[in-house]
């Protein structure tokens, strides 16, 4: 139990465009949802706390008209980059937390976007 | 502010070493801490935990308040440990913090 899922795995777009990226919890409820960044052989660096019907929190230095995020269901959230620059290149990992399981961030296998 | 150190970006050894992946944290309150590990090619899964208090595949960390540490460590390391290891301290039970990671290659 307790898996989540990402849409796409990866995706390759040109500078410009937007990329929606899904986060899913397949057999539980997530309330929170939290989106990553992660840059090669770097850690994870949160960017935004997901809350379900309401807005976003944004870790400081994270543009949220740049990353929109929207968590409209207790089983979804999607990270939109909107207006992609190669600089926007990078690894998003998704989390959600099961808060029937103590609260354990559950984590997607990650999104990698590659931007030309 | 809070932060999670981990000081090794790499740490290898022989299978059968005991192993030690060092974790320092910076926090005002009271944390919690977090081992997370990353196989090859699969997600972030969690280890441990420090409230669980448990061992996981051979693996322990106290977390030690005064040192503000939480170190993991194993007696005898597997080449199946290979891995990444990241340690986490979460506010409030709230969002993680990770530190930077510390690559485990355990050698045959």
């Known amino acids: 139990g307790a898996v989540v899922s990402q849409h796409p795995s990866w995706v390759i777009c040109k500078s410009g465009t937007s990329v929606k990226i899904e986060c899913r919890s397949l057999d539980f409820q997530a309330t929170t949802m939290f989106w990553y960044r992660q840059f090669p052989k770097q850690s994870l660096m949160l960017m935004a706390t997901s809350n379900e019907g309401s807005k976003a929190t944004y870790e400081q230095g994270v543009e949220k008209d740049k990353f929109l995020i929207n968590h409209a269901s207790l089983t979804l959230s999607t990270l939109t980059v909107t207006s992609a620059h190669p600089e926007d290149s990078s690894f998003y990992i998704c989390?959600?937390?099961?808060?029937?399981?103590?609260?354990?961030?559950?984590f997607g296998p990650g999104t990698r976007l590659t931007v030309l | 502010a809070q932060r999670v150190t981990q000081p090794e970006k790499l740490l290898s050894v022989f299978k059968g070493a005991p192993v030690e992946l060092k974790c320092n944290y910076s926090y005002s309150g009271s944390p919690e801490l977090f081992w997370y590990v990353q196989y090859s090619r699969q997600r972030l899964q969690l280890l441990l935990r420090?409230?669980s208090r448990e061992s996981i595949k051979g693996f322990t960390a106290d977390l030690n308040k005064g040192e503000t540490s939480f170190h993991l460590k194993k007696p005898f390391a597997q080449e199946e440990d290979s891995a990444m290891y990241y340690c986490?301290?979460?506010?409030?039970?709230?969002?993680?913090?990770f530190g930077t990671g510390t690559r485990l290659q355990v050698f045959p």
């Open positions: 989390s959600a937390r099961d808060y029937t399981r103590h609260n354990e961030q559950f």
């Open positions: 420090h409230i």
């Open positions: 986490a301290l979460s506010q409030n039970t709230d969002k993680l913090i």
